[in-house]
T-cell receptor
Framework: DAGVTQSPTHLIKTRGQHVTLRCSPI?????VSWYQQVLGQGPQFIFQ???????GRGNFPDRFSARQFPNYSSELNVNALLLGDSALYLC?????????????FGDGTRLSIL | GESVGLHLPTLSVQEGDNSIINCAYS??????FIWYKQESGKGPQFIID?????DKRQGQRVTVLLNKTVKHLSLQIAATQPGDSAVYFC????????????FGKGNQVVVIP
């Protein structure tokens, strides 16, 4: 069975540009969460979406937005990119929205800002 | 791929020995805990989880211990193998209506053949 898939795997952008990252959850999973992982640190929570609605938001500026589609796939959008946005962006899926279910991660999109 | 474990605490262990990785968590309201393994260039891989109504859970070659009194979590890996070399993260969540995970700092495990 396919795990969480993310695209693209790598991306290079310049400051001020915007970016859209994509995620397909494990089949049957309805919740998708996005995390940012800076080199040498643990992932930081950005958003959770369940049944196309935002269920949680981390401490990130409004330049970050996301949405979930009827097929449960998701997009993360970042506008006005800054050098500090360079990171590995991870998507995780779980069956439901509850906090006591395991989340399974994709291999991420490596975003580099020049 | 790039190293996930830059400047992280490192545990060096001889192949075949047991490994113990410790984690202190901060939120006394957390009621669900997960251990993840992350290899270079990959996303975190689920290892084992435990709910707060338990203090021990065993999987294949791994055991997680939870001490809620001192807010401490540990992961024991039996008969460590070269493929266990990775960065290990503990993560916690609380029932706030979403499944936000808060990750610890991570520990690099290096298995010496």
């Amino acid at each position: 069975d396919a795990g969480v898939t993310q695209s693209p795997t790598h991306l290079i952008k310049t400051r001020g540009q915007h970016v859209t990252l994509r995620c397909s959850p494990i089949s049957g999973h309805k919740s998708v969460s996005w995390y940012q992982q800076v080199l040498g640190q643990g992932p930081q929570f950005i958003f959770q979406y369940y049944e196309k609605e935002e269920r949680g938001r981390g401490n990130f500026p409004d330049r970050f937005s996301a949405r979930q589609f009827p097929n449960y796939s998701s997009e993360l959008n970042v506008n006005a990119l800054l050098l500090g946005d360079s990171a590995l962006y991870l998507c995780a899926s779980s069956v439901g929205q509850n906090s006591n279910q395991p989340q399974h991660f994709g291999d991420g999109t490596r975003l580099s800002i020049l | 791929g790039e190293s996930v474990g830059l400047h992280l605490p490192t545990l060096s262990v001889q192949e075949g020995d047991n490994s113990i990785i410790n984690c202190a968590y901060s939120n006394s309201a957390s009621d669900y805990f997960i251990w993840y393994k992350q290899e270079s260039g990959k996303g975190p891989q689920f290892i084992i989880d435990i709910r707060s109504n338990m203090d021990k859970r065993q999987g294949q070659r791994v055991t997680v211990l939870l001490n809620k009194t001192v807010k401490h979590l540990s992961l024991q890996i039996a008969a460590t193998q070269p493929g266990d070399s990775a960065v290990y993260f503990c993560a916690e969540s609380a029932s706030y209506g979403n499944n936000r995970l808060a990750f610890g700092k991570g520990n690099q495990v290096v298995v010496i053949p």
